[in-house]
């Protein structure tokens, strides 16, 4: 059994609430809503709430349908996932394009051709995320990252 490393490249800019940074606050799918009159638990630091159920739900995805585990699809469709990054025991978090987040793992070099961007449209597919969600927003840009598990 060995350690493994992966190298992760994506658009899009970190959020606070992972495990080394309580300073800076919860992740957006836990902090709890005041003015919510929707049927979603309230959130504390010890929610172990999956973000895309929680992203799911704001999306407008009903409760049960989520049981299920076949909402990947309207995720995709929104554009905008979560990055784990750190390390699974630590982990940190961003948001990310969907389709920009590239990854690769020790011994397995990825070519990349060309990392163009929409930035216009991207940019308002986080800021659309970001009101629906209450994740705040801050200028994306390209981002190399690690994980280690």
Request: hydrophobic share 30%; glycine share 6%.
């Amino acid at each position: 059994m060995g350690t493994s490393t992966d190298a992760i490249l994506f658009y899009g800019f970190t959020i606070p609430g992972g495990e080394n940074d309580e300073d800076e606050g919860l992740c957006f799918w836990k902090q709890i809503d005041p003015d919510s009159d929707e049927d979603y638990p309230e959130s504390d630091p010890e929610d172990d709430t999956e973000p895309e159920d929680f992203i799911a739900l704001k999306f407008g995805l009903d409760a049960k349908y989520l049981q299920t585990g076949r909402h990947d699809k309207l995720l995709d469709k929104i554009g905008v996932s979560v990055v784990t990054h750190c390390s699974y025991e630590s982990p940190m978090y961003a948001l990310a394009i969907t389709n920009s987040v590239m990854h690769a793992s020790r011994g397995f070099p990825v070519e990349i051709k060309d990392l163009k961007t929409d930035a216009r449209t991207w940019k308002k597919l986080f800021k659309d995320f970001c009101a629906k969600t209450g994740a705040q927003y801050k200028e994306p840009c390209w981002i190399l990252c690690s994980r280690w598990s």
